[in-house]
């Protein structure tokens, strides 16, 4: 649904710049939209998608064979996240008072984990005493070990001892979508 929604978008912002119905654009038409996308700094992905919605509509809608099915698209941009600064770090995760939230974003942070991946943990994959963590199943259905740093190994033995976990880490509320996801 929001694929088609902004299709149309792109479909009706082209019809726009030119004033004309689309089965008279002319594929020199289309260049010159898209053109224009990259001269006024929009985003490679926002210029690829808009590239899909024109070759979508013409090549499939109108089965116009004047259009290319190969279009050159931009690359996409290689920007590098916002990354908060160690001490950042360290306040956003003092600033949380539930021991268990802590601990799961302190074992996101520190190990490197998904979200899916720490809620997945069970009390065996925690290997205390050699730093270490068992991670099932991840992505790809690849196990894989990360580290276990010191300050999440002391926060988990606080949350054992409060908590006391017996197979999940974190208990799961089942509802039926937990149940669809298993």
């Known amino acids: 649904m929001n694929t088609r929604k902004a299709y149309l978008g792109h479909l009706e912002r082209f019809m726009d710049q030119y004033d004309k119905s689309l089965d ?4 020199e038409d289309a260049r010159g939209y898209l053109l ?41 941009e290689k920007k590098l996240p916002s990354v908060l600064s160690g001490n950042g770090v360290l306040h ?4 949380i008072t539930d021991i268990k939230h802590r601990l799961i974003l302190t074992l996101i942070y520190s190990a490197g984990l998904r979200i899916s991946e720490a809620a997945r943990l069970k009390v065996h994959d925690v290997d205390a005493g050699r730093h270490t963590i068992h991670i099932r199943q991840a992505k790809g259905r690849k196990d894989r070990y990360t580290m276990l740093s010191q300050v999440a ?30």
């Open 24 to 27: 008279t654009m002319t594929t």
């Open 36 to 76: 224009d996308l990259l001269q006024m700094n929009l985003s490679h992905s926002y210029v690829n998608q808009a590239i899909s919605a024109l070759r979508f509509w013409f090549r499939e809608v109108e089965r116009r064979s004047d259009f290319p099915k190969q279009w050159t698209r931009p690359k996409l």
């Open 92 to 95: 956003l995760l003092e600033s």
């Open 153 to 182: 190994n002391e926060l988990l033995r606080q949350y054992i001892r409060q908590e006391r976990p017996e197979n999940w880490l974190f208990r799961r509320i089942q509802s039926p979508l937990d149940r669809l996801m298993d």
